[in-house]
């Protein structure tokens, strides 16, 4: 499974931006997709996720803010980003759960967009 990620960027405070991250290659299905971001000397953390048949998680600090989509037609993720703050400044990645064998699942990761917000 490859992921590919689009849409990061430099952007004010206050301002939006949507980042894409489009499935391809060879699986049954897509299970879970999700955004996770990460700053240098700190863990990755979960963004959003969004689960087919679950209700959609968001972190505590981008509530009411961000938005995560999917369209299981193109195999793509969408993240909505407003109101951004400089500390949403990070790597965002994308992660993918995916069937890619019968019974059999692994999880899948972006190669990272780099979001940054000016004060």
């Known amino acids: 499974v490859q992921l590919v990620e689009s849409g990061g960027g430099l952007v004010q405070a206050g301002g939006s931006l949507r980042l894409s991250c489009a499935a391809s290659?060879?699986?049954?299905?897509?299970?879970?997709m999700g955004w996770y971001r990460q700053t240098p000397g700190k863990q990755r953390e979960l963004v959003a996720r969004?689960?087919?048949?679950?209700?959609?998680k968001y972190a505590d600090s981008v509530k009411g803010r961000f938005a995560i989509s999917r369209d299981n037609a193109k195999n793509t993720v969408y993240l909505q980003m407003n109101s951004l703050k400089p500390e949403d400044t990070a790597v965002y990645y994308c992660?993918?759960?995916?069937?890619?064998?019968?019974?059999?699942?692994?999880?899948?990761w972006g190669q990272g967009t780099q979001v940054a917000v000016s004060s």
């Open positions: 969004i689960t087919t048949g679950v209700p959609t």
């Open positions: 992660n993918v759960r995916a069937e890619y064998s019968v019974g059999l699942y692994g999880d899948y």
């Open positions: 290659g060879s699986f049954f299905s897509i299970n879970d």
